[in-house]
């Protein structure tokens, strides 16, 4: 089934892009003779969450790339392979298949923690991240594992349900799944759907989903997630909400030194982000998990958690001003 937002018009050309035996959807701007900058979306979007910011990126000497992860949109969907380490390879082969041999990755939330995971396991094919609304994982998992925060039950809570927030400190095993059990009805489906719009919505700043722009991300967004990316949106909350001890932790010691260049990362937040609150984001840095140096926090003012959607232009100048962190540039 085919989302309305893989049809959607601007300066961007769709196409289909062959990798590791599957198709993966894109919107891109410019030329593989530019440098690539890779924009990589959140666990319940689409390349639409970009849409804002490509017209942005359009006039650089840049080839920008907005891609639908496996399962998302246009894109082919599996049987499995939903999570950041499978996902990571995906972008490996994406990159090399758009004629590139390295690229600055953008990622909003869940698209960030692939970028880590690619810059681990493949580092030569990152030239820097720019992360919105995410934090380094070894920091979540920190919070998963110690006793809670009453900041980290506040900013979490509408995600995960409240009753996650009154087990004990450590992740409980009944902690509710967002996917659609096997035998749903369409009806229940779409309460599915409806509670992750809703809830997503509600990590945007104040007035956001009252606006034409949070109107037009809520109807992407369903729209996407009827068109079957509701598997691999529920797998992938899954497993930064419920992660399997072995796998995850597994993932997380790959993840321990992300950049051989330790000084290209910066992360974006919105003050008003919810999900992953301003003080999440710093004891990334304090902590040295996703470099040092230059590395920083750029707190973007009157920004909920979707910043690419809400704050596009904050987005597309943290991009332009670290374009030179690309070869040939």
Known sequence: MTSHSDQLDGPWRHRMVHVHGQRLHVAECGTAADPLVLLLHGSTGGWFEWSEVLPLLSDAPIHAVAVSLRGYGQSDRTPRGYDPEVAAEDIAGLIRALGHSTAL???????????????????????????????????????????????????????????WWRSRPRVPAGLKRFGPKRGQTPSQQDLTIEKIVKESLASTAPGFANSEAGARMADLMRDSLRAGALRPAT???????????????????????????????????????????????????????????????????????????????????????????????
């Not at 810059?119 to 380094?136: E, F, K, M, Y």
């Not at 040092?292 to 958690?305: K, P, Y």
């Open 105 to 163: 990755l953008v990622g909003q939330g869940f698209g960030t923690w692939i970028a880590w995971t690619l810059a681990a396991r493949t580092p030569d094919l990152c030239s820097g991240i720019v992360g919105c609304g995410s934090t380094h994982p070894q920091v979540w998992l920190s919070k998963l594992m110690s006793p809670w925060s009453e900041a980290f039950r506040t900013a979490l809570a509408p995600t995960v349900g409240r009753s």
């Open 235 to 329: 797998a992938h909350i899954d497993w930064w909400t419920k992660p399997k001890p072995g796998s995850f932790r597994r993932w997380i010691k790959a993840v321990e030194k992300p950049l051989h260049d330790r000084t290209r990362t910066v992360l974006l937040v919105g003050d008003s982000d919810r999900k992953t609150p301003v003080e999440l984001v710093r004891e990334s840095m304090t902590r040295g998990v996703t470099g040092g140096g230059n590395s920083e926090v750029i707190v973007v003012e009157g920004a909920g958690h979707y910043l690419p959607l809400e704050a596009p232009k904050a987005v597309a100048e943290a991009v332009c001003e670290r374009l030179h962190w690309l070869p040939r540039y």
